[in-house]
Structure formats: structure tokens, C-alpha cells
């Protein structure tokens, strides 16, 4: 296992250790993933489970899409294959790990809840991908304060590793599971929630398209260019730049917002 995952689980098991919780909750985006987690249930005593898509309207791609997990700190063979799970897919960006004194079937549900939103007052519905990495802190910025009392209320802290590849965390706002309604109404995004959730997409799919690099636009790290297309993507939308036009426009807005830019037949398509 490389650094980061080895700093990243002694961080963890110490902050449980400060919590007095016996297990950690790990949240696994399995889009796409190779590692075999079935693998996992194979164990003596395997950790607590959860599709997050059972249920929803994306069941049939449970297995495919995020997984909730429960590692008792006190199983060998479970920490064992935290170990590996950690080595393999914290470089990829598919872990979330999460601090909750909840029951796991309740936080299950909370989080299943928080999968599905609504916009345009509810003629308009689709995911809410916070279980990626890359867009968990998007999700959180773009909640309104009572939204995010809510999603957070299971959680006392967030842990995760950034596209810097650094140990990142977010504070939650741990409520008892007693103070809040099982039964909950679907998350109401208005527009400018929307705008920024699509930009920061947006952003994403650019930087890897591109293969954008933050010296391009003399910055320091990834963070700092996500942000900064993230702006782009945005001033895109103020101009309301048609599909066909705004990679160009977003590319003249980074010429003429940052401090260098090369030039357009420089950069990777």
C-alpha cells in the first residue's frame, strides 16, 4: 500500500478510537470498479453490507453503483481486506469513509434517500452523486443550510482523498436517528443548485478530455483547476453558450482569466 493509503487508515482508526466507535463506514462508488467485493461477503464474518441503489429506479444497477460497508476494528480478517480495498481503489478516487454512531440499516436508508433529487419543482428527477469523491464536496457546498443539517445529521466527520491526492475531511452535524423522520420528502434542488452540480461535472469531464494540468493555467494543484474550470463552466452558462460552443468559449475565458494560458493547439484532445 502506497503512503496515502497507509496515513489515511492510521488517521481513521485513530478518530475512532477518539469517538469510541467500534467500526468504520465506508462508503464504495463501484461504477465501473474490477474489485471484486462479493469477495468481501466470502468472509467468517464478513462487514455489514448495503446497496445504496436498492430500491431506487437504478436497482437493477445495484452492484455497479454505491456500496455501504461496516468494518468492525476488531475483526483481523476484515481489516485485512479494508487493507487491500484501501490499496486499490483510494488511488482511484472511490472511497468515502464516514464516522457514524448510527444503526447501519438507518444510515443506509439515509444515505439511499439522498441518492435521489428533484428540480424543476419536480418535473425533473436523477441522482445526487454524492458517494464520488470528486463531487462530494460539490454536493455539500450546493446544499442549502436546512438540506445539509439534514444530510449530514448521521455523520460526525467525512474522510476522503482529494484529486491532490491529500487527506481530505468535512465536519457532519451528528443528530440522534431519533430526531429525525424516517420518512423523508425528496431533496428540491432549485436552478442554481443545478448550474453548479453541472458545472462541476462539466468541469470534471474537461479536465480529463483535455487532460488539463493546473500549470497550464499557472496553479498549483488539481483542486485549484477544478475550481477554476468549475468558474469557467459557470461563465459559460451566463453567456448561454450553446453545446457547440462552449468548450471554445470556456478555453477564451481561461485565456483571459488566468495568470498563463497556452495556446489552444497545445493542449490534448
Not at 461504477?31 to 462479493?38: A, C, V
Not at 430500491?55 to 485485512?80: C, H, I, N, Y
Not at 480495498?85 to 469513509?97: C, G, K
Not at 462530494?136 to 445529521?153: G, N, R, S
Request: charged share 15%.
Amino acid at each position: 500500500m502506497n503512503s496515502n493509503g497507509i496515513a489515511w487508515l492510521e488517521m481513521l482508526a485513530e478518530q475512532a478510537r477518539n469517538e469510541r466507535l467500534p467500526h468504520l463506514d465506508l462508503v464504495v462508488d463501484a461504477t465501473g470498479s474490477s474489485y471484486p467485493l462479493e469477495a468481501l461477503q466470502a468472509l467468517a464474518a464478513p462487514p455489514v453490507q448495503a446497496l445504496l441503489f436498492s430500491g431506487l429506479p437504478e436497482s437493477t444497477l445495484a452492484t455497479q453503483g454505491p456500496v455501504l460497508l461496516r468494518f468492525d476494528w476488531k475483526d483481523a480478517k476484515q481489516q485485512a481486506a479494508l487493507t487491500e480495498l484501501v490499496s486499490m481503489l483510494l488511488p482511484q478516487q472511490r472511497l468515502l469513509a464516514l464516522f457514524s454512531a448510527w444503526p447501519f440499516q438507518r444510515l443506509a436508508m439515509h444515505l439511499t434517500h439522498h441518492l435521489q433529487a428533484e428540480w424543476n419543482q419536480g418535473r425533473s428527477s436523477g441522482l445526487l452523486r454524492f458517494y464520488d469523491p470528486r463531487l462530494f464536496l460539490a454536493t455539500c457546498e450546493m446544499l442549502d443550510p436546512k438540506q445539509a443539517q439534514l444530510f449530514h445529521a448521521p455523520v460526525s466527520s467525512w474522510h476522503w482523498i482529494d484529486r491532490d491526492g491529500a487527506l481530505a475531511q468535512l465536519s457532519g452535524m451528528p443528530a440522534s436517528p431519533s430526531d429525525i423522520a424516517e420518512s423523508l420528502p425528496t431533496l428540491q434542488m432549485n436552478n442554481p443548485q443545478v448550474a453548479m452540480l453541472v458545472a462541476w461535472t462539466s468541469a470534471e469531464l474537461m479536465r480529463r478530455d483535455y487532460a488539463l494540468q493546473p500549470q497550464h493555467y499557472s496553479l498549483g494543484k488539481q483542486e485549484s483547476l477544478i475550481r477554476h474550470l468549475v468558474h469557467a463552466q459557470l461563465a459559460a452558462d451566463r453567456a448561454n453558450c450553446s453545446a457547440e460552443q462552449r468548450d471554445e468559449y470556456v478555453f477564451d475565458w481561461l485565456a483571459n482569466n488566468s495568470s498563463t494560458s497556452p495556446p489552444r493547439q497545445e493542449i490534448a484532445s
